[in-house]
């Protein structure tokens, strides 16, 4: 018989290694729901280079333009989100950190200093902030290997076909309120 040790631990804080573990990532997952139980949990994949960890509690990750604006939504109205990374390569693992959120917008008292950490992009909507109060480490046991194959160039593409005065209008449509109808905190023109 083979004896497997489940690995799990919790911190109050994010460790140095687990921070390395964070920076190697190519993609990370974004969860927040309303306070209502009948509203729509969100769970978002990310990618590019656009999380940082800010200091052991703090982290922030430039938000690009979507068809939705869920996680916004969310944190403004209760501030609850949740980050997960997970190894694909290497020592399986998985990372969450949990904490309370809120979205920075251009013209924010914190944009300059929070924008200075990101290669910002035509399409960067908002930096979402996040104070974390948790993180938990997990086995990761099931989740299989994959190979990195590069960044999408779909995002740039279109971001380029439409140019700034299109992104705002497509803002205004479509990420000024959850599909909940709670909403954003983005400011048209923002």
Same mark, same amino acid.
């Given at each position: 018989m083979i004896s497997i040790k489940i690995m799990g631990k919790f911190y109050n804080e994010i460790p140095e290694q687990q921070k390395a573990f964070i920076e190697k990532q190519k993609m990370f997952f974004v969860a927040s729901a309303p306070l209502s139980a009948d509203g729509h949990v969100n769970l978002s994949p990310k990618g590019m280079d656009c999380f940082r960890v800010l200091s052991p509690n703090r982290v922030a990750y430039m938000d690009i333009i979507g068809s939705g604006n869920e996680t916004s939504a969310h944190i403004l109205e209760n501030g609850r989100i949740t980050f997960m990374f997970c190894a694909y390569?290497?020592?399986?693992m998985i990372l969450r950190l949990y904490g309370k959120g809120y979205s920075v917008i251009p013209g924010d008292e914190e944009w300059e200093a929070l924008a200075q950490n990101f290669n910002l992009v035509m399409s960067t909507r908002q930096i979402i902030v996040a104070d974390i109060d948790m993180v938990q480490t997990s086995c990761g046991y099931v989740v299989p290997?994959?190979?990195?194959?590069?960044?999408?160039?779909?995002?740039?593409?279109?971001?380029? @076909?439409?140019?700034?005065? =299109?992104?705002?209008?497509?803002? =205004?449509?479509?990420?000024?309120? @959850?599909?909940?109808?709670?909403?954003?905190?983005?400011?048209?023109g923002s």
């Open positions: 390569d290497g020592p399986p290997y994959y190979q990195y194959g590069g960044e999408r160039d779909t995002m740039p593409k279109w971001v380029a @076909s439409k140019g700034a005065e =299109a992104l705002e209008t497509y803002k =205004a449509e479509k990420n000024m309120q @959850s599909i909940d109808g709670l909403p954003t905190g983005l400011v048209k």
